[in-house]
């Protein structure tokens, strides 16, 4: 069955990095795109950033241009999201979701980062 | 940026009764690329609706999606105990790929 897991979320400093993984199982992974998206708790989500199934295109929202990278590894079946310059407002819970046609299909169960000192 | 307001924000039915949630973008959707999330406490959300009617795998047909252009609702025909969630519109048909606020279907 698909699954999609992520990992290495935690708490960090203010201004620290922080690379979160999603792990795929159970699909073709290199057919799919991969978006993360986070939610802070108790509140909405939000979108963050999208990969193709090659890794030949990328697209961030405003508010982490710049400042998060997202990537993949089509021979691992994996994505990643490499977060710097981390703020307070970054702390939420982070999700990978799957895409085909447009619409996020299959989601994780997300990982939680802590911006705090 | 496309904006997506739903409404109600807070919505009170008992089971058996007919939902409808409304979602409004600031644009109009391109393609009717609009889908409809469940999310429970403690879950990921899930998929329900794609296409603005499309319903993805395994959804039970008493979700039904309708709607194009600025205008799009989620009906729930008969709620079920376990329909009670957070439910989110989402656009996919430009970036950034927004979402709308929720609607909180509550007992």
Known sequence: ?117 | EIVLTQSPGTLSLSPGERATLSCRASQSVISNYLAWYQQKPGQAPRLLISGASRRATGIPDRFSGSGSGTDFTLTVSRLEPEDFAVYYCQQYGSSPFTFGGGTKLEI
């Open chain 1, 1 to 117: 069955q698909v699954q999609l897991v992520e990992s290495g979320g935690g708490v960090v400093q203010p201004g620290r990095s922080l690379r979160l993984s999603c792990a795929a199982s159970g699909f073709t992974f290199s057919n799919y795109g991969i978006h993360w998206v986070r939610q802070v708790p108790g509140k909405g989500l939000e979108w963050l950033a999208m990969i193709r199934y090659d890794g030949g295109k990328t697209m961030y929202a405003d508010s982490v241009r710049g400042r998060f990278i997202i990537s993949r590894d089509n021979s691992k079946n994996s994505v990643f999201l490499q977060m710097n310059s981390l703020t307070v407002a970054d702390t939420a819970r982070y999700y990978c979701a799957r895409t085909f046609t447009g619409d996020f299909d299959y989601w994780g169960q997300g990982t939680l980062v802590t911006v705090s000192s």
